[in-house]
């Protein structure tokens, strides 16, 4: 039996409600602050170098090279201490990108694996000075729990011991993701609208 015209006239209203409902919802404010540990060299090494001494030396920066670019597979954690428990894997890679300046591009996805988003991730591209105390790169999305993500982080070299390539880094991430309804949005007004036709 067709619905009648009140039932079509229902349903629609409904559609709209529940459309202005999950367009009107703000995005929700997600803060982290961890901790990523770079070892690149002996056991437990977690950074390696890709490419080293192809280009020209740098101007300031002795015994590297610009273009000189690391993988990494750090563990993450939210204590400064090495030892801490891990909450993710921050993995990608760094590369020495300006000739002049000791400035690394960043191209990193943090997966995090404890806590109320195991299991999602964010990605982080941007441009850093190693010694800027303010350094800032942009999250640029997300997946899982973090679909979607938008926002930014501030990077900053917390430890450094050259004679064991220890780096840590504090990451001050602040991001947001959309509300609930809205990331459901599509699934309920796709079947809210078949069942108006
Ligand atoms: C994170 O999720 C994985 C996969 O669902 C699970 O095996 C693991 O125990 C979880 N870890 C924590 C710390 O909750």
Do not use: C
Not at 63 to 72: K, L, P, R, S, V
Request: overall charge negative; hydrophobic content about 45%; cysteine-free.
């Amino acid at each position: 039996m067709a619905p009648s015209s009140s039932t079509k006239r229902l349903v629609a209203i409904a559609v709209v409600t529940f459309l202005l409902a999950a367009t009107s919802g703000h995005r929700q404010p997600v803060h982290l602050r961890l901790y990523m540990h770079d070892v690149m060299r002996g056991p437990g090494t977690t950074a390696i170098h890709l490419i080293h001494g192809v280009g020209p030396p740098h101007d300031v920066e002795r015994g590297a090279y610009f273009g000189d670019t690391a993988a990494i597979d750090d563990v993450v954690t939210e204590e400064p201490d090495a030892g801490s428990r891990a909450v993710g894997r921050a993995q990608g890679t760094y590369m020495l990108a300006s000739q002049h300046e000791e400035v690394l591009t960043v191209a990193i996805t943090v997966e995090l694996t404890a806590g109320p988003y195991n299991g999602s991730t964010f990605s982080v591209a941007g441009r850093v000075g190693v010694y800027d105390d303010k350094a800032e790169a942009a999250v640029v999305g997300g997946t899982g729990r973090l679909r979607r993500a938008a926002g930014y982080l501030t990077w900053r070299m917390v430890e450094l011991v050259v004679s064991e390539k220890y780096v840590m880094v504090e990451l001050d991430v602040h991001m947001s993701v959309p509300p609930v309804s809205a990331a459901g949005g599509n699934w309920w007004s796709s079947l809210l609208l078949r069942s108006i036709n």
